[in-house]
């Protein structure tokens, strides 16, 4: 069998879960969207059910998924509806949804629905991607409050620079936030991950803990609280080749990485078309037998070529992590001008095993 695996963690999962929550006594929804991140989000559901409060999800496909594996807690679905037959489902599958549009709020209206439905409304709080603004966001909320479809009325907002604590973003976001719900009553969400690792002023009642539940720090620099993290996914390979090479030597597609010297080469069953991302620069951190050394040359559909000059240790069938232990995704992301979220949304072809 081709080597190439990812090795998914479930205990790390339900560690940094209750890392997010014991930073703050909050709720959390574990945001499992998008295939929990390339994770599986079924797997990473039934992980974390006897601990989670609730579920977050990018739209009712992927919540009815959940439903349909057994998933029994609240799901919220983060950018709520997307065509208004979908409501009665929502209802009777007992789905959360975000309201962040005025086409949403009058197809509520409309609605015929079996219960009335738990409504998280979004407030644009500086983001401007969606969400009521400052402005309307009272008017919306006496709207809805007035509505037999709404069960209960939350808010939520979404930082857009909360990893960035210097820019004062977030501090501004804050003040908007507090200033547009002022007198609402109700629960309020507001962090993602960057927010709960560093933000504990803004952490109010639900936090939405995504990439760091999957032990990827969303910082580009050291920060405490996301050391404590653990990585879930390990992507792992090994050597199926070895050649050596003088100096002068091209490796790959383009010749893009030329030998300074007498060079080692491994060639790594792991490619692109695997989620290894592409544009990977020569020199990104491979781990071989747990020592790091770099990639050398372009990444191609199925395989990657690495440095062993100067572990003479390695060779044929020597195990490689390409990111896991170690070698925290994050840093491989930023080698390749791309973020840790990316890559694990990427992955492709690869199976993977679970381990408790
Ligand atoms: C994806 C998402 C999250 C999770 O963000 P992370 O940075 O992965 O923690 C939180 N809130 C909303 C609205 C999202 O879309």
New binding site residues.
Partial sequence: MRPAHALIDLSALRHNYQLAKSLSGCRAFA?I?ANA?GHGAVRCAETLQGSADAF?V?CIEEALELRAAGIRQPILL?EGWFEADELPLLAEHDLWA?LHHEEQLLQLQDANLSRPLHIWLKLDSGMHRVGFSPAEYASVWQRLAALPQVASLSK?T?FSRADEPETGRTEQQLATFAAATAGLEGPASLC???G?LAWPQAHHDWL?????LYGAT?FEFEQDNASKLRPVMQLISRIIAVRELPAGEPIGYGSRFITPRPTRVGVVAMGYADGYPRHAKDGTPVLVDGQRTGLIGRVSMDMLTVDLTDLPGSGLGSAVTLWGNGLNASEVASWADSIP?QLFCNLNRVPRHYRD
């Fill in positions: 945001v969207k991140y977050a990018a983060l975000v939520i979404h993602n991950s960057p709960i939405r803990p995504g990439i760091m969303p979220y």
